[in-house]
């Protein structure tokens, strides 16, 4: 196969050969062999997306969130945990994978909630993974929502679902009852991923309070366990109200730590300043100010219409946008946020990655010649390409095992 009249995020304009059997890209340059010709009609043929954290075992499970805050969100999930099935989780779940693949994403981080004590949320997110095994990679990260100190035996559920297959271990620190508590609960965390060889993939600091300076806990627990570039903190919105001078002094040693922190720009809009009047904060960590002292940053959805978030269409550009707007990005800062999505994520989950001869043919065609209009339009790939075969087209058909076409409306939304 070979795609002709393509750009390149440098402006290079370039045909792509690629050796379908092998599935890799064989030939980047001004001419290519290669039959089955894909025509790119001068559009950006970019490397596809992430999803750096995302929640499918809540997915399509309603928004009735009244206060619209982070604690109501978790009162509210509790209540609707106990009554879903194994097969709802899984099918919700499904479609939400596809809409993202048709979107353009092939990896996914989502958290799991071991709190849960049947453990169906876990075994349904399994056969999940394992469905999309080699289209969309799913990463599944045991995440403790009610926290791990607050109730008997959830230290235990999160070794369970470690032992059980989960990939990465998750913490809430700012959910603990005490910040002592907190604190244990990250060394504890950290224990676990050394005992069981596992990336750490923690909620920290989502909450408004200056107070809340688990980012800290986490760099140390990094440093001294040796688990540098195995590490991502999510949210950590109460960066928007530290002190400057705290800030300035933590980021170089998140940096040094190789940690990667995770914005998810539109459940925070959404959930942050709650308590505030106005002035109002925003409720993102700075991306601008984290990238420029060094800190690797990559974006999450987060949720998709549940107890956290009422919109959402897995569509990666709608946080991309929202963070550009939120972090007040020059035109400049833009061009480089695609960033967020593709690089910065690769190199949070380690993974061989960008458009070069020799690496897998995995990339996305555009419809438009620019990251500026990505952004403005936020339109779905023309093609998705994954190891050499288009595994989604014009974010309507989605091909597993054969085309199907995309549930845009899942039934169960429908009465919402
Ligand atoms: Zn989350």
């Not at 619209?68 to 969100?73: D, I, K, Q, V, Y």
Request: glycine letters at 8%; a negative charge.
């Amino acid at each position: 196969m070979k795609i002709k009249n393509a750009k390149l995020l440098d402006g290079r304009k370039v045909e792509i050969g690629i050796d379908e059997e092998e599935g890799t890209i064989t030939c980047l340059r001004e001419m290519c062999e290669g039959s089955d010709t894909i025509d790119a009609e001068g559009g950006l043929v970019v490397p596809p997306f992430f999803n750096m954290h995302f929640h499918l075992d809540s997915v399509f499970s309603g928004n009735e969130n009244q206060s619209g805050t982070l604690w109501e969100g978790i009162e509210r999930w509790r209540e609707i945990k106990g009554k879903l099935t194994e097969d709802e989780v899984e099918e919700r779940a499904t479609v939400a994978l596809k809409l993202m693949l048709a979107y353009g994403t092939l990896w996914v981080r989502s958290h799991v909630d071991v709190t849960e004590k049947s453990f169906k949320l876990v075994r349904a997110l399994k056969r999940v993974r394992d469905k999309f095994k080699g289209i969309v990679d799913l990463q599944l990260t045991a995440f403790p929502q009610d926290g791990i100190f607050t109730d008997k035996g959830n230290d235990e559920k999160l070794r369970k679902a470690l032992e059980e297959g989960v990939d990465n271990v998750g913490m809430i620190p700012h959910a603990e009852l005490t910040r002592e508590d907190g604190v244990r609960s990250v060394e504890f965390v950290f224990s676990l991923a050394r005992e069981m060889d596992k990336d750490v993939d923690g909620h920290v600091d989502e909450t408004d309070d200056p107070s809340s300076r688990f980012l800290e806990t986490v760099v140390k627990s990094t440093l001294t366990n040796g688990w540098e570039g195995r590490v991502t903190a999510g949210h950590v919105t109460a960066m928007h109200s530290w002190d400057q001078n705290y800030t300035r002094r933590l980021l170089p040693m998140v940096a040094r730590a190789g940690v990667t922190v995770i914005p998810n720009p539109l459940i925070n809009v959404m959930l942050q300043g709650r308590m505030d009047g106005y002035p109002k904060r925003r409720g993102m960590a700075p991306i601008r100010l984290m990238t420029h002292m060094g800190v690797n940053v990559a974006l999450g959805q987060d949720c998709m219409i549940d107890p956290w978030y009422p919109l959402g269409s897995g569509n990666m550009l709608q946080p991309l946008f929202m963070a550009v707007h939120m972090d007040q990005m020059n035109a400049e800062e833009i061009r480089q946020s695609l960033n967020l999505i593709t690089y910065n994520a690769a190199k949070a989950w380690r993974l061989q990655y960008g458009l070069e001869e020799g690496k897998p043919a995995n990339m996305l065609v555009m419809g438009v010649d620019s990251v500026d209009d990505i952004l403005r339009f936020m339109e779905p790939p023309k093609y998705v390409i994954r190891k050499g075969r288009v595994i989604a087209k014009d974010g309507n058909m989605v091909n597993l095992n054969g085309w199907e076409k995309v549930r845009r409306k899942p039934h169960w939304t429908s009465s919402m």
